[in-house]
């Protein structure tokens, strides 16, 4: 059985062409990941199945029959259900409230919470998502939103799942328990649509892979009788070989550019949150940081930016700056690339060049300490767009106007602009896709080679062991053992983020 | 692209404005008047010469409330104290201005900075209370506009320091002739126009500039956007917080100044107290942009003035309040679907800019 047959899509805006002849087959009860560079072309796709945009050329077949899709209506009453990458979920309400937002069962005037109730149950038992109806959505964690986001298309009947990057927000564990749910649904006849371009977490759940490039569809493997490796599928998403996060014989220096002593961050229980911490960051040196995603990171990350009380001491380049305020330390050139970009790192509703400044309003380029230079901001902006390849019409588009991957690019740029002396990276390349980390890798090790001292934080494991030139483990707020990158491997590494076993 | 700009920003006030006036219309039919007729005699009637004055006037009062309350917007702080931080620093500032024998020249930048440094304290207020204790500053702010009223009161009982006006009711010494600050005229009218019209249109520069050209104007401004961001970027937000209410209570002490230096020379307990609500309502109206309040100012004054003929063309003059109304809710509503169009238009240009050319 087909569930959706596209055939000879084209979507043209003025003056480019988004989707040139798009062929793509899904099978009923199977996972299929479409995988293609940021920009290729998987959004519009995606948004053409869902009803939201109309193809100007083609066909849609849904379970064999032709569909044309005026609306996102209209692809829900032919059981296409889609989940966005960022949830759309109210905190306050619960699980079932959620669920049944706008397509409430009622009872005369009333809404019947009791049918609501058992559905959802039945529901989530049939396909193991193991959510409970009366959980508050505050409460849940990313993965059980992300399910409860599954469950309300589900909800709504569809037989068709597209998932938009839904493992960009996941840790590792909760990609493989999203990774169980999906192999449930698909087990009850259930068809997914999985766009990802994490490719090695393509290849574990998808039993076909479509590959998009330039707007078109390469061609389609299957990985039931297919060897596929990551490598292949790179070389036809971008063209050419799969970068690797590797730096390339040492430039540490013996010039210690931070030094952090005791470092205590409390969390108002028994357990701090940054339990003792001391290290020595060298000139050219990349110490990265390992450790499972709410062992510490973040605290330690904004005690170090002086966002965040902590004891201790800290002192870069040997000045004492325990005390110093973020903008002080920002001054002394400790550029930030935050883990959350759209709440920490940009203003969404301000314009690029305004985004530019952010951080380092008070340096050259952006003012002279007290008046703006928006010229020279401006102009800063450009060299930014394009040094670091971001794709954006011109400098006065809203931030939030962007994609993730290129608003990353654009904070990386921003952050190695004006020769920092210390970096404090959480997660640099979250959310870009090979091409463009391949980039920011590059401009981290010319920055590296100048001098530049960096704190690393990243769940990607490979990206940590290929660009640090010294590993720590960090587990419940300790640092709990060193890693040598050049010898360990991401299992190894793995067990010691959870506290299996020490690595050497 | 810089007309179309313009074009874009006008389109909101522009919708709501017709769409007032529509309403207004109706309701004018019901009411059994022309509308074409009656909005012609407004016209007519805020033309001459002394309703324009009258208008500059008022849009000069409106002004100083309306960059007092955008202030605090910027950072997403609600300042619902206008009306007892200008209150009190009207009354402080008669007080002032009616002791002091000077010459102009001296008293009248006294009794200005007096002014400003008692409505700025009494935000200051609700500011500490806000950084220091948690108090949202809507809370706070409404209750302070009361303990002005009776400390106000308090102050100018003949036993403490006002006296008994002419008027037969309770205010301060009248100011002597030197205190006033002058004031022009336009042919053909009785009424003087304000002087500090040009010192509002000064703070209305002052207000642009430091906004978008100095980075505490940056600092202020990001922590209105996004103060997890804002922190992250090194910007103190509780220092913020404290210098903008303190800003914003600064400004709300200029309201009073105007009616009293130029028109009444004496703060009674009659002194117009509800400015501050005005106030909320034009700088909304004008999105917080120093030329956009003006005009906001200027139409709010102008409905002010000509709704007075109201009476006498046998129509009820409430029926401006209806369309102030309305054209408050409308432009809100207004404002936020044009945004709406602008991100879905600038995502779609992002899209097309991104899209892989064949």
Request: aromatic share 4%; glycine share 12%.
């Given at each position: 059985m087909i569930a959706v047959e596209l055939s000879g899509i084209w979507k043209r805006f003025p003056g480019v062409?988004?989707?040139?002849?798009i062929n793509l087959i899904v099978e009923q009860a199977s996972v299929h990941a479409i995988v293609g560079e940021n920009g290729a072309g998987k959004s519009t796709l995606m948004k053409i199945l869902y009803g939201m945009q109309k193809p100007d050329e083609g066909t849609i077949k849904v379970n064999g029959t032709t569909t044309v899709f005026s609306s996102p209506s209209d692809s829900i009453a032919a059981g296409i259900g889609m989940v966005h990458q960022h949830f759309m979920l109210?905190?306050?309400?619960t699980v079932l409230e959620n669920v049944i937002l706008g397509s409430e069962p009622k009872r005369g005037l009333s809404i019947d919470f009791t049918k609501a109730s058992n559905r959802i149950k039945e529901i989530s038992d049939s396909y193991s998502?193991?959510?409970?109806?009366?959980?508050l959505v505050s409460e849940l964690g990313v993965g059980d939103r992300q399910r409860v986001e599954i469950l309300k298309v589900l909800y709504r009947g569809a037989r068709i799942l597209i998932l938009d990057e839904?493992?960009?927000?996941?840790v590792p564990h909760e990609v493989d328990e999203l990774f169980e749910a999906l192999r449930g649904l698909k087990s009850e006849g259930i068809t997914v649509m999985f766009i990802s371009h994490k490719l090695d977490e393509v290849l574990a759940i998808a039993d076909e892979i479509t590959v998009i490039r330039k707007g078109t569809t390469v061609t389609t493997l299957n990985t039931k009788t297919q060897k596929v490796t990551a490598e292949e599928l790179a070389t036809l998403m971008v063209g050419s070989e799969l970068p690797t996060p590797e730096t390339r014989g040492s430039t540490v220096t013996?010039?210690?550019?931070l030094a952090v002593k005791n470092l205590r961050v409390e969390s108002?229980?028994?357990?701090?949150?940054?339990?003792d911490v001391s290290f020595d960051i060298h000139a050219g040196e990349i110490l990265g940081i390992a450790g499972v995603?709410?062992?510490?990171q973040s605290e330690l990350v904004e005690a170090l930016m002086g966002t965040k009380l902590s004891t201790g001491t800290i002192f870069l380049n040997g000045v004492d700056?325990?005390?110093?305020?973020t903008r002080q330390k920002r001054e002394a050139g400790v550029a930030y690339i935050p883990e959350d970009r759209s709440r920490q790192g940009l203003?969404?509703?301000?314009?690029l060049w305004e985004n530019r400044m952010l951080?380092?309003?008070?340096q050259s380029p952006n003012s002279n300490g007290f008046l703006l230079t928006p010229k020279a901001a401006k102009a800063d902006t450009q060299r930014i767009i394009s040094e670091y390849d971001v794709?954006?019409?011109?400098?006065?588009?809203?931030?939030?106007?962007?994609?993730g991957g290129n608003q990353q690019k654009f904070i990386v740029g921003r952050e190695m602009?004006?020769?920092?002396?210390l970096l404090i990276a959480?997660?640099?390349?979250?959310?870009?896709?090979v091409g463009a980390q391949a980039a920011i890798w590059d401009h981290l090790r010319d920055a590296r080679a100048r001098g530049l001292a960096v704190l690393l934080i990243s769940a990607d494991l490979d990206e940590l062991i290929g660009m640090s030139d010294s590993i720590k483990v960090l587990l419940r707020g300790r640092f709990v053992a060193d890693a040598d990158p050049k010898s360990v491997t991401p299992q190894e590494l793995g067990n010691a983020m959870t506290g299996a076993k020490a690595v050497v | 692209m810089k007309s179309k700009r313009i074009l874009d920003a006008l389109l909101a006030p522009m919708v709501a404005i017709i769409f007032s006036v529509v309403l207004a219309s109706v309701i004018l039919m019901l009411f059994g008047a022309n509308p074409i007729e009656t909005f012609s005699k407004m016209i007519n009637y805020a033309a001459t010469p002394r309703s324009i004055s009258l208008i500059l006037n008022s849009a000069t009062t409106y002004y100083f409330s309306a960059v007092a309350v955008a202030i605090g917007f910027k950072m997403?702080?609600?300042?619902?104290?206008v009306n007892g931080q200008y209150r009190l620093a009207t009354a402080v500032g008669a007080l002032v201005a009616g002791a002091l024998t000077f010459p102009g020249y001296i008293s009248i930048p006294i009794v200005i900075f007096v002014s400003m440094l008692v409505g700025s304290l009494w935000a200051g207020i609700a500011a500490w209370l806000k950084v220091y204790?948690?108090?949202s500053e809507v809370i706070s702010t409404i209750m302070l506009n009361f303990i002005a009223i009776g400390l106000i009161a308090y102050l100018l009982a003949p036993s403490m320091l006002g006296v008994q006006t002419a008027e037969n009711v309770v205010g301060t010494p009248v100011i002597p002739e030197s205190g006033r600050f002058p004031g022009f005229s336009i042919p053909g009218s009785q009424v003087p126009v304000y002087g500090m019209l040009f010192l509002a249109a000064l703070l209305g520069f002052a207000y642009w500039f430091i906004l978008n050209r100095t980075r505490f104007g940056f600092d202020l401004r990001s922590v209105g956007q996004s103060p997890s961001a804002a922190v992250a970027s090194g910007v103190n937000v509780k220092r913020m917080t404290m210098y903008s209410m303190l800003l914003s209570g600064a400004v709300a002490g200029l309201v009073g100044l105007p009616l009293l230096l130029?028109?009444?020379y004496s703060f009674t307990v009659?002194?117009?107290?509800?400015y501050g609500f005005t106030g909320i309502a034009i700088a909304l109206l004008g999105r917080n942009h120093p030329v956009g309040i003006a005009f906001g100012a200027l139409l709010w004054a102008f409905l002010d003035v000509s709704s007075q003929i109201l009476d006498l063309v046998g129509v009820p003059r409430e029926i401006i309040v209806i369309m102030q109304g309305v054209i408050v809710l409308s432009v809100v509503i207004a404002y936020e679907i044009t945004r709406r169009v602008k991100v879905r238009r600038q995502q779609d240009a992002v899209g097309k800019a991104t899209a892989v050319a064949q």
């Open positions: 062409i988004a989707n040139s002849n109210a905190d306050n309400l998502l193991g959510l409970n109806p009366d959980d839904p493992t960009a927000v996941l013996n010039r210690v550019v108002g229980q028994v357990k701090p949150h940054v339990d995603e709410g062992n510490g700056a325990t005390n110093w305020s203003l969404l509703e301000a314009p951080g380092h309003q008070s794709r954006t019409p011109g400098l006065d588009v809203l931030a939030s106007a962007l994609s602009s004006g020769e920092p002396k959480s997660h640099p390349t979250r959310g870009v896709d | 997403n702080l609600f300042n619902i104290g204790r948690g108090v130029g028109a009444q009659n002194f117009p107290g509800s």
